[in-house]
């Protein structure tokens, strides 16, 4: 019988609002029992609301990638160099435009009959920005980056493979 690998600190990286980060992150925390952070949470004193100073939320950040354990969901590139060193998995999920668009717009309909806290953009702006996103593919360069950098860490997910890996792990 193979032996499969126990990841504990993995970072989650998406193409974009509504790649289903915090969902795999949310799940696969409640599987292990390893900690989730979403780095919105760090992004925002008050979320969606007031931004929080760029070297704080890096010194937070910089703090949390010290533990011995966590799920970490983001969509920055900029402040996440010490999450990336520390990793043991690099999961990159690949969703397209229609997927993801759906979800965000789903995603502020369930907010609004809920009365959660939504984005600080409209559901059609944040369509839209994917829209910039997908169209720029934004992330190419710095996923590419992170494949030279770290090879065997990064794993690209589709939809499909992103639920196998929850399944299994």
């Known amino acids: 019988m193979v032996k499969k690998k126990k990841y504990k600190r993995i970072l989650i990286r998406g193409t974009g609002s509504g790649s289903g980060k915090n969902w795999l992150g949310e799940r696969l925390s ?88 939504k984005s600080l953009h409209s559901p059609f702006k944040l369509a839209y920005i994917n829209f910039l996103h997908h169209k720029r593919r934004n992330d190419d360069r710095h996923i590419e980056m992170l494949m030279k950098k770290y090879p065997k860490k990064i794993k690209i997910f589709s939809q ?10």
Do not use: N, P, Q
């Not at 990638?65 to 160099?81: L, M, N, P, Q």
């Not at 499909?160 to 792990?169: A, G, P």
């Open 30 to 117: 409640e599987k292990s029992g390893i900690k989730f952070y979403d780095t919105d949470d760090l992004a925002w004193v008050k979320r969606f609301t007031i931004k929080r100073d760029y070297d704080e939320k890096c010194k937070m950040l910089k703090y949390i990638a010290k533990k011995d354990e966590w799920i970490i969901a983001t969509g920055a590139t900029s402040y996440v160099e010490s999450v990336e060193k520390r990793a043991d998995l690099i999961a990159i999920l690949d969703i397209g435009f229609f997927r993801s668009t759906y979800r965000i717009i789903k995603r502020d309909i369930e907010h609004s009959r809920s009365g959660k806290e």
């Open 160 to 169: 499909l493979e992103k639920r196998r890996f929850l399944r299994e792990f």
